[in-house]
Nanobody, 122 residues
Framework: QLQASGGGLVQAGGSLRLSCAAS????????MGWFRQIPGKEREFVAA????????LYADSVKGRFTISRDNAKNTVYLQMNSLKPEDTAVYSC?????????????????WGQGTQVTVSS
């Protein structure tokens, strides 16, 4: 089970840190990802991190502004979002994948947390 938190309302240029806590003892065996979705649009890949945390991947739209990290001892993955823009407004969800391919493809993820709303005002 995944539980996301940390969303909210922030002005453009501001920062937010999302957290996603996982239950269970096998957190470190999963590739973790963050996705976002706007109503009426397809879910969009944001960032992913491998099992050890040593490799991270980002969508071009967030590269240089967002940072994904994980703490396997705390069963938690984070998404630090800086220099937020109004176009970052969306529901953000964390997800876990037992495989290791197509990290950008939401259909490859086995488990999903509930979303957390991020709203960036201009």
């Amino acid at each position: 089970q995944l539980q996301a938190s940390g969303g909210g309302l922030v002005q453009a240029g501001g920062s937010l840190r999302l957290s996603c806590a996982a239950s269970g003892r096998t957190f470190s065996s999963f590739l973790m990802g963050w996705f976002r979705q706007i109503p009426g649009k397809e879910r969009e890949f944001v960032a992913a991190i491998n099992r050890s945390g040593g490799n991270t991947l980002y969508a071009d739209s967030v590269k240089g502004r967002f940072t994904i990290s994980r703490d396997n001892a705390k069963n938690t993955v984070y998404l630090q979002m800086n220099s937020l823009k109004p176009e970052d407004t969306a529901v953000y969800s964390c997800a876990a994948q037992s495989g290791g391919s197509r990290y950008y493809d939401y259909t490859k993820y086995n488990y999903w947390g509930q979303g957390t709303q991020v709203t960036v005002s201009s």
